[in-house]
């Protein structure tokens, strides 16, 4: 049964910081380039970031560029996503899944606000 499950979200004050943490199962984890997305209240899921299979090779959406950093443990089955400087634009429940994508799970509620 393939498992998402994204943890580690919560409230951060605008310029704070949150780590992020999402294990999978039920598929060959680090076969996959793995990736976090975001969904804000009112707006379409985007990409924020994505990690090859071997974790050599990162990508990141522009607003996020050198304020997160994606990473991962294949003997964890764990993908992370750092986020620092918060913006209260950050808002959202973030999930992750790979490429191709899978179902999605619960995600986890990033609330950036004084």
């Known amino acids: 049964q393939v498992q998402l499950v994204e943890s580690g979200g919560g409230l951060v004050q605008p310029g704070g910081s949150l780590r992020l943490s999402c294990v999978a199962s039920?598929?060959?984890?680090?076969?996959?380039?793995m990736g976090w997305y975001r969904q804000a209240p009112g707006k379409e899921r985007e990409l924020v970031a994505s990690?090859?299979?071997?974790?050599?090779?990162?990508s990141y959406a522009d607003y996020v560029k050198g304020r997160f950093t994606i990473s991962r443990d294949n003997a964890k089955n764990t993908i992370y996503l750092q986020m620092n400087s918060l913006k209260p634009e950050d808002t959202a429940v973030y999930y992750c899944?790979?490429?191709?994508?899978?179902?999605w799970g619960q995600g986890t509620q990033v609330t950036v606000s004084s």
């Open positions: 039920g598929f060959t984890f680090r076969s996959y380039t």
């Open positions: 990690i090859s299979s071997t974790g050599r090779s990162t």
């Open positions: 899944n790979r490429t191709p994508l899978l179902g």
